[in-house]
Each structure stands twice: as structure tokens, then as C-alpha cells.
């Protein structure tokens, strides 16, 4: 079991690093100077339709261009407050959208480390980070279509698992499906592991964005 969480952890989880509920209490509270850069760079993004290519070559996250050719009625701006109820202003460039696929999309979570911002999460096409909601992340991270990740996570530094589903079919082909208990994973049931997902991903709902156009 303990090489089942080497696995999925550092197989697929580690991709993270290259939302569902109600929105945070604390709300568009003064933005950190160090944030405004960022602000910036991705107004000027949006409004000029960069494509993901120019975005990439900016150093910003590409899915922002991805979301807007995909999803013509979606908007994508910024929340700047406490969403992992912390006392101290985040910056999260994210997506409002009533597309199943990219509402509540974060696709870059900023928070500063000696003053200076610092992206705690980036979302990919097969690494998604989403707001679920009271200072709570999902993840969805997809490593091939037979090793797949989804976990809900503390929106702060340690990224604690509070919850998480694996699919290893590559190391357990009769009984893929586990579950992160807080210690390690247990092998549960394709029937569960879908009605946890489903739980999950239901809590995703749209941050609260000031749009960018």
C-alpha cells in the first residue's frame, strides 16, 4: 500500500507543481503592490487575446487563452482576498464560467513569501485546480487514462489533503480505485470512488472575479 501512495503521489501530484462552496468571507481587501505586476500581465493578456503560446513565452498560464477560445461565454479575471482564511491577501486569476469543465477554474493561486508572490498552484489541461469553496482547492490531475487523482486540498502551502480518490490501474489492474484515508490509501469500490468524486466536484463553484474585460 505504501508503494500505491509513492505512486500516486509522486507519479501525478508532482505535476501540480512544474475550486465549490460559498466564496471566502473576506473579500476584495486591499491588493499587495507585489500582486499588481501580475494583475497587469494578465489584463493585457486578455484584452489583446494573446493565444497560448504567447502566454506561455510570458511565463503566464496558458489555460486562461485555453478557457476563452473554448468557452465564449466565460470571464476571466482576479480575486484578491483571504481564501484560505489565513489573515494575510491572496491573488487567484481565475475563471467565472457555467461550463462544467472550467467553472471555478483557478488558473494561478498566488500568496507572498518575503514579500515577493509566489504561485502555490498552476492549472494545466491534465492538472486542473478548481475553488471548492471555505479556503478548500480540487484538484484533478490525470497522469494517462489509467492513473488519475482527484483531491481536495487545503488552499494554503501545506496543499493538505482533506480528501482523495486514485485510480492505479496500472499497479492494481482487478481493484484500481483507492482512497486516501489520512495515513495511507485503501482499496475501495468503482461505486464509491465515483460517488466521492461526484461529492467533490460538486462543491466547485465560481470565485467571485473583478473580469479583466
Known sequence: MKKAVLFIVAGLLCLQLSGCGANPITEEQETPDAYDAIIRQYETAVTEGWDTDKMTE???????????????????GYFKGDLNGDGQIELAIAAESEDEYFAGMIFALYELADGEPFALVKSGERDRWYYAGEGKLLNEAFGNAFETVYSLCTADWELAYLDAVGRNAVEYPDDPWLRFTGQTWEHISEEEASAVISEMKNSVTNLKITPFQ
Open 58 to 76: 510570458n511565463g503566464l498560464d496558458y489555460m486562461v487563452a485555453y478557457c476563452l477560445e473554448q468557452d465564449e461565454r466565460a470571464n476571466v
